[in-house]
């Protein structure tokens, strides 16, 4: 083999090497991102792979009905877990979320470490 072509082959093997050090990407929510749900009791974040058990998010909410300029307000009296299946990200809520727009801002990490964040926002009816 000659050298560019041995270059070649180890850039190949480098490409097929690194999907191992890729970041998890959220595949599904509830509620469902850009969606309005009634009363949710728990916000789940399913992944496309397993996760670490350092995954974590925030609740805050952007508006709600007949306040203007409401401050961003973080939801507190949860924690978030990852459930049996180990790619999903499970906050279950104390009481139900109240009628509002909220951010989700999630930070997960894969099971070699790789860290990955991200957000989704949603409505409560
Ligand atoms: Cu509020």
Do not use: C, E
């Amino acid at each position: 083999m000659n050298k560019s072509l041995s270059l070649l082959a180890f850039g190949a093997a480098l490409a097929l090497a690194s999907p191992a050090l890729a970041q998890v990407k959220l595949v599904a929510s509830t509620p469902t991102a850009n969606k309005a749900a009634a009363k949710p009791m728990a916000v789940s974040l399913t992944f496309s792979d397993k996760i670490a058990s350092t995954s974590t998010m925030d609740i805050v909410m952007l508006t709600m009905p007949g306040m203007k300029d409401h401050p961003p307000m973080k939801i507190s009296g949860f924690t978030a877990g990852v459930s049996a299946d180990g790619k999903t990200l499970v906050a279950k809520l104390p009481r139900p979320l109240p009628v509002g727009t909220y951010v989700v801002n999630w930070r997960a990490a894969g099971t070699d470490g790789t860290p990955a964040t991200g957000k989704i926002n949603f409505a409560v009816k």
